[in-house]
């Protein structure tokens, strides 16, 4: 799949509307010379599913501490003439190495505290392998985006930093739909991996608006994906039964410890 540039007003921070998938089955991605940029698999081998359904099933249960919030979503009146709302759950984990901010008077690096917590072991070791397995595919399919991501992290992210031999962290994003931002802290040159977990949910699908490319993210999905490198935002994600959800979760590699 060639991603033709376009032209556009998008700009950080707008939020993304509903829009529907302009890439729905797997391929390489390349630019117009022809150069490896990604890859989308619509199907993970089964092995890594059954890693990231361990890992999903973890991030939702109460072993592993999150960040979380609820939003309301409108839902037409009932009988009585009343609003009535779907209550959706966000909440996010992150793993691995976490950089300095001296903002928040903490001016040196840090590993993720999900680590030290003992129910969230299952968690962590999933995340790791499935890290580990995804990058195997990456290297299978697109071997030029494979090496450079290597040499990036070689230079860029000592080993005591990294996680997944490949990243230096991971977020497990739940039913969040980010707004248009660009991932100006990752290592140039290296690439995220995207992994959906999906049920009972429609949206919830990346959007980059440098090519008018919207990736349709269903359930068990990879993207590979150098975020560093354009805009991108997530379109909303609607429950479409009680309990319906909208998961990711991302591997990427921070630029924060090349010069600790």
């Known amino acids: 799949m060639t991603l033709n540039p376009i032209q556009h007003t998008t700009k950080i921070g707008d939020i993304v509307h509903d829009r529907q998938p302009t890439i729905k089955e797997s391929c390489i991605l390349v630019d117009l010379d022809g150069s490896q940029v990604g890859l989308f698999l619509k199907e993970l081998p089964k092995e890594l599913q059954n890693l990231v359904n361990i890992a999903d099933a973890e991030v939702r249960s109460d072993r592993v501490p999150k960040s979380m919030m609820e939003r309301k979503r409108h839902l037409p009146l009932g009988p ?101 931002h660009q991932d100006n802290a990752n290592a140039k040159g290296a690439v995220n991996l995207i992994i959906t977990k999906r049920q009972n949910s429609t949206g919830g699908n990346l959007y980059v608006p440098d090519y008018d490319a919207t990736f349709d993210q269903v359930n068990n999905s990879l993207l590979v994906y150098p975020a560093w490198r354009n805009m991108h935002g997530v379109t909303p994600i609607a429950p479409t039964h009680p309990g319906g959800y909208r998961n990711s979760h991302v591997w990427y590699a921070l630029d924060s410890f090349a010069n600790l």
């Open 80 to 180: 009585d003439g009343k609003q009535r709302y779907l209550v959706v759950s966000q909440y996010s984990a992150i793993l691995g190495s976490i950089p300095p901010k001296p903002h928040m008077r903490r001016p040196y690096p840090s590993r993720s505290s999900v680590h030290a917590n003992p129910s969230a072991a299952t968690f962590v070791r999933a995340m790791l392998k499935a890290g580990n397995l995804s990058m195997g595919l990456v290297a299978h399919y697109t071997p030029k985006v494979y090496a450079k991501h290597l040499s990036v992290i070689e230079k860029r992210v000592p080993e005591e930093w990294r996680f997944a031999s490949h990243f230096s962290s991971t977020i497990s994003n739940c039913n969040i739909a980010a707004p248009i």
